[in-house]
């Protein structure tokens, strides 16, 4: 069975440290996707990013970074140098391929509540 | 941008009372779900739609069903809504071309009294 584990359920630091928000997953399947969502107080979850099974390779996207490892079935999410607009909950989430393709059916991880301190 | 709307922020019904939550959207995409949010348990699907008319049970489909008549409306039914219905109900939208994100709405809170 798929499922996705968020084994923190809150983090709090102050702003500038780094911080990594990790991601376990399980699927029986060869071809699948996660995801990294955003959800501020204001409640629309933002997507971040979508990787598919088959590539591995680390993901930049200006302070915001991502560790797949399909070896440990994770995919961890890092903050460099935060700031209090960071202040949100992650949620991670997986999809397998089905249905002509499309990603709407999500599991998702409970989700990790990041509190960046000023 | 895509935008896709939720009719109430926030609802309060009473046990046994037929509730509805609206969403459109505004992108012409092909598919939308209905999520709902509780504390500790993340997000689970509860009804998707591929196509107008067309509709699929998600996760946790008991207690609901839902309606999409025109392709930017997909519409949640709680036929007789009860206190273990108490959410937060999210909309989400898809392109539906195979490569996706989904877009979501900013949520409905619902309190059944």
């Known amino acids: 069975a798929q499922k996705v584990t968020q084994a923190q359920t809150e983090i709090s630091v102050v702003e500038k440290e780094d911080v990594t928000l990790d991601c376990v997953y399980e699927?029986?399947?060869?071809?699948?996707?996660l995801f990294w969502y955003k959800q501020p107080p204001s409640g629309e979850l933002v997507f971040l990013i979508r990787?598919?099974?088959?590539?591995?390779q680390n993901e930049i996207s200006g302070r915001y970074s991502w560790n797949f490892q399909k070896s440990t079935s994770s995919f961890n999410f890092t903050i460099t140098a935060s700031q209090v607009v960071d202040s949100a909950v992650y949620f991670c989430?997986?999809?397998?391929?089905?249905?002509?393709?499309?990603?709407?059916?999500?599991?998702f991880g409970k989700g990790t509540k990041l509190s960046v301190k000023p | 941008d895509v935008k896709v709307t939720q009719s109430s922020r926030y609802l309060v019904k009473r046990t046994g009372e037929k509730v509805f939550l609206e969403c459109v959207q505004d992108?012409?995409?092909?598919?939308m779900f209905w999520y709902r949010q509780d504390p500790g348990l993340g997000l689970r699907l509860i009804y998707f739609?591929?196509?107008?008319?067309?509709?699929e049970k998600g996760d946790i489909p008991e207690g609901y069903s839902v309606s999409r008549e025109k392709k930017e409306r997909f519409s949640l039914i709680l036929e007789s809504a009860s206190t273990n219905q108490t959410s937060m109900y999210l909309c989400?939208?898809?392109?539906?071309?195979?490569?996706?994100?989904?877009?979501f709405g900013s949520g409905t809170q619902l309190s059944v009294l």
């Open positions: 989430a997986l999809s397998e391929a089905n249905y002509g393709g499309s990603q709407g059916n999500l599991i």
């Open positions: 699927t029986r399947d060869t071809t699948y996707y």
């Open positions: 990787r598919n099974s088959f590539d591995e």
């Open positions: 992108m012409d995409h092909e598919n």
């Open positions: 739609s591929y196509d107008v008319k067309m509709k």
């Open positions: 989400a939208t898809e392109r539906g071309t195979g490569d996706e994100k989904l877009f």
